[in-house]
């Protein structure tokens, strides 16, 4: 190989490791936000439980251990998915049948001392069984719902989740209440680190609906936001029906 092709070879295997280290960045900040809405939830049970145990509401404070040895074990479970799917990124989805009503309610149990913190409830109508990865699934759900959390009203609400079938594919949609998404807003808060122009009052790294984006392709879906039927806003996102 003559001087110019070794060059072009440099170059060619230069750009494969800027490609790599950016998808390990990637990686490394979906890893950290997802790591915490269960450590958020974890030190929001610890405190409650810690403020009861001064009282005599001993029942709801087993409610609240109970939800926070929940989210340690989803919290392992999901850096050990995670860990596989750096290693082996390369590899396909570990599909299999997944009960969307199981899954949601597990979602709604991690999340249950901030609805009652809110008083808000997520209604569901009944849901399918899909073909998926569950635990990236699962974060797709956990996402959608802190995210109605988080931009819904202060002090109660309802969440509401559905699904209905089309040609191929399960449109299935978390809709909630709150200040709807502008219309120039609707592609850009799916793009990392990126803000609806309203959105001002709730914390976060902003990648949760880049994280949800990413999961959803690559199922082979889309995913997008539009006005809910009573104001607020309705996510959405297909799966194909496999």
């Known amino acids: 190989m003559d001087s110019k092709g070794q060059i072009a070879g440099l170059r060619a295997r230069i750009a494969e490791l800027e490609r790599e280290q950016a998808a390990m960045e990637g990686f490394a900040a979906m890893a950290a936000h997802e790591l915490l809405t269960p450590v958020v939830m ?17 029942d709801e404070s087993l409610r609240d251990l109970e939800a926070l040895r929940r989210a340690a074990s989803r919290s392992r479970l999901l850096v ?3 860990l596989h ?7 396909p989805l ?3 049948p997944v009960e969307l009503g199981q899954l949601v309610g597990d979602c709604v ?12 409830l997520v209604d569901s109508a009944p849901l399918p069984t899909v073909s998926a990865d569950e635990p990236l699934l699962h974060a797709v759900y956990m996402n959608l719902l802190v995210n109605a959390l988080k931009y819904g009203p202060r002090c109660g609400g309802v969440i509401h989740l559905d699904a209905d079938s089309e040609p191929g594919a399960w449109r299935l949609a978390v809709e909630s209440q709150g200040e709807t998404v502008p219309a120039e807003d609707r592609e850009r808060i799916f ?11 709730a914390r976060g790294s902003g990648l949760g609906l880049s994280i949800c984006r990413d999961i959803v392709v690559r199922h082979g879906g889309e995913i997008g936001v539009a006005p809910g039927d009573g104001g607020g806003n309705r996510f959405f996102f297909t799966l194909p029906q496999k």
């Open 80 to 82: 050990e998915t995670m």
């Open 85 to 91: 799917h750096a290693r082996v990124h390369d590899l």
């Open 109 to 120: 149990a991690l999340l249950e001392p901030e609805l009652r913190r809110r008083d808000a």
């Open 42 to 58: 974890m030190d929001a049970c610890a405190a409650t439980v810690s403020e009861r145990l001064n009282g005599n509401g001993h």
């Open 94 to 96: 570990e599909r299999g």
């Open 191 to 201: 793009q990392p680190y990126r803000r609806g122009s309203g959105e001002r009052r």
